[in-house]
């Protein structure tokens, strides 16, 4: 199969069970924290907001976890997704490497985060749950869930960070078209909304507040209702790994070991999914030549500016406390293009894996990564999501410094959405109108500045 562009499985070859990269790690997780109390949480905390499935796969040291008929019959909609030879860009680029990409983008949703949205509305459905309600950036992960709820039968609503409401409204509209209620946040709906607007009526909003009106949402609602978050934690990273599992297998087929692996990085999820599948080898032998790379925005860099501390995952400070490299709770990102990607914290597994040197983080700049998405689309024909174009980005340097040292490498990175709905973000670039957004230091450290502090 060396010679084909698109390596494409049957349905026959969709994993059966998800890869559990905890059952693999030569460290022990920090426990995750109540929010009041600052002790290890247990699952009575937890169940006001999960199912209880998903709480038991948050904490298993299983390796693999049995992945449900309902949830493998919807994801056969789109799955197993092709692994595509970049050929095209090679040619462009003139490089010795060989570039594959796994193409997230054929998801009814157009990116990875249905592999998740269908687990998790699956598991509430059995539960009783008649009502979810969550939080989204870009909108790739509310348009997910409004798609699984839908076909589940469960309401949904969406709490969209303000700028994506307004920079991204035909996302909005998919997520009304598959039955969601999407609302801007911060909002009225709910108490941590009022009061930002109260202060600054004209906030662009952050996923940590989102996260707050959510979580809100869910504990104060007549409907029984949960919260569902499409990064970050453990179980979400878990349900992706369908992502690298079905890439090992493609990659067999095709001949090929990957040298290096690259994905766009906000709160963790298509990175986790698509990397940790290619792990337990390199997590027993440190010495692997693997290498393994994070690629996040310059303007929202918690892996390479963060500080490696217990924080709260949103604003108001409600959810529990989890260890990882955070800018801060109280982190209002600059209105970037790549909405996904502006979390202030990282899935703590991640943050490990790094921790521990096991991956590397890189950060990029806007225009950067606009110019080689444009250079992908013009190449391999698909616009990508400005999120993905991160780590086409960190690709196409790679294999430039193959180029440049007359080395063949493997380079497979993680295509994780189209940018069909940000196509007002690559109208700003293509008139000049992207400016590169450094942080400041000075707003790094006021952020941190509201950390809580854990005896």
């Not at 969406?158 to 911060?186: C, F, H, I």
């Not at 599948?277 to 994070?294: G, H, N, Q, W, Y």
Request: glycine share 8%.
């Amino acid at each position: 199969m060396s010679d084909q562009t698109k390596i494409i499985l049957s349905e026959s070859d969709l994993p059966k069970d998800w890869y559990n990269i905890q059952a693999d790690l030569p460290y022990e997780m920090p426990p995750v924290l109540h929010p009041g109390t600052k002790q290890p949480v247990g699952p009575a905390d937890l169940a006001p907001l999960f199912p209880m499935e998903l709480i038991k796969q948050e904490v298993s040291r299983e390796r693999w976890i049995a992945i449900p008929e309902p949830v493998r019959e919807v994801y056969r909609l789109w799955r197993p997704t092709p692994l595509h030879r970049a050929r095209r860009l090679e040619q462009e680029l003139q490089t010795p490497a060989k570039i594959y990409y796994k193409n997230e983008s054929v998801s009814p949703a157009g990116s990875h985060k249905p592999n998740t949205a269908v687990a998790q509305v699956f598991y509430n459905k059995l539960e009783g749950t008649r009502r979810i309600a969550t939080e989204t950036g870009a909108g790739q992960w509310g348009s997910a869930l409004a798609l699984a709820c839908q076909m589940f039968g469960i309401e949904c609503k969406v709490y969209m960070v303000r700028v994506s409401y307004d920079q991204k409204p035909y996302r909005r509209n998919l997520m009304e078209t598959w039955g969601a209620k999407v609302v801007p946040s911060p909002s009225p709906d709910t108490a941590a909304g009022r009061a930002v607007l109260a202060s600054d009526p004209n906030s662009p909003g952050s996923l940590g507040l989102a996260i707050s009106e959510a979580v809100e949402d869910v504990v104060t609602n007549k409907v029984p209702s949960k919260y569902s978050l499409g990064s970050v934690l453990n179980h979400v990273l878990l349900h992706q790994t369908v992502v690298g599992l079905e890439a090992r297998k493609q990659l067999e087929l095709a001949g090929d070991t990957p040298d290096i692996l690259i994905g766009c990085i906000g709160g963790g999820s298509n990175f986790g999914g698509f990397a940790f599948p290619f792990l337990p080898e390199k997590l027993k032998d440190k010495t692997s030549k693997m290498r393994v790379i994070a690629v996040e925005p310059a303007a929202a860099p918690s892996l390479t500016r963060g500080v490696y501390a217990y924080d709260f995952g949103d604003l108001s400070m409600m959810t529990p406390l989890i260890k990882m490299y955070t800018l801060g709770h109280g982190f209002i990102p600059a209105p970037i293009h790549a909405g996904g990607l502006r979390y202030h914290g990282m899935s703590p597994l991640v943050c490990e894996l790094y921790r521990n040197g096991f991956i590397e983080a890189r950060a990029v700049h806007q225009k950067a990564t606009f110019e080689a998405g444009i250079q992908f689309a013009r190449t391999e024909g698909i616009l990508p999501a400005p999120e993905s174009a991160h780590a086409i980005r960190v690709a196409i340097d790679e294999a430039l410094r193959c180029r440049e040292e007359g080395v063949s490498r493997t380079i497979v990175f993680n295509l994780s959405g189209h940018g069909h709905f940000d196509l007002s973000a690559y109208e700003r670039y293509l008139n000049g109108k992207i400016e590169d957004y450094v942080l400041p230091e000075s707003e790094i450290k006021k952020a941190q500045e509201a950390l809580p502090v854990v005896p």
